[in-house]
């Protein structure tokens, strides 16, 4: 009788801990759960943060005021939501035109897409700068949202 209890007494230790190591394994994965929602509802990125990574990165490059013209890659005032390969100044690489040619616009999605890696979206496109860090791609949209036409 004595043993019996000592017995029960283990099974209900093993099976408290079991059932404590089975919550911790489904807190250990309720972050991840509300990091996936987090990422598919990204909040906007920041906007002067994105300025910041456009000066130093982007800027040698590409004019944003409207009229300002084209340098080594086109103007992109009122990019956000324009087609692709609209700057009628600037002499763009077929690849980017034929995406233009198939409907692509430069919404938040493709701009982050296009960024994260040019040439694997559009191959062939000269765009040489692709950007590692989703928070940055994310700051960056945010940014080119506010250059208008
Ligand atoms: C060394 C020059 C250079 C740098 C630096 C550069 N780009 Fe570009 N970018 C280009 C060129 C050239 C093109 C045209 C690509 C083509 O025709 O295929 C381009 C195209 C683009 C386009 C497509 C524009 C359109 O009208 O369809 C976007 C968007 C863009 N760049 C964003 C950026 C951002 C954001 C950065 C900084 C993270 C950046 N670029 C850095 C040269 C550059």
């Known amino acids: 009788m004595k043993i019996d209890r000592i017995y029960f007494c283990v099974l209900a230790l093993a099976s408290l801990s079991a059932f404590a190591l089975a919550a911790r394994a489904a807190a250990d994965g309720a972050p991840a759960a509300s990091e996936a929602t ?16 456009f000066n130093r990165n982007c800027r040698s490059c590409h004019q944003v005021e409207a009229g300002a013209g084209s340098q080594l890659g086109p103007n ?11 700057d009628r100044e600037f002499d763009y690489s077929p690849a980017l035109q034929a995406a233009a040619g198939a409907g692509a616009v430069w919404d938040a999605t493709a701009l982050e897409r296009f960024l994260a890696a040019p040439t694997k979206m559009f191959p062939g496109t000269t765009m040489p700068m692709a950007v590692g860090d989703a928070t940055q791609r994310r700051d960056l949209v945010a940014y080119l949202a506010t250059l208008s036409p």
């Open 38 to 53: 987090a990422a598919s509802n990204a909040p906007a990125g920041d906007a002067e943060a994105g300025r910041r990574v």
């Open 76 to 86: 992109l005032a009122g990019l956000v939501g324009r087609a692709a390969a609209a």
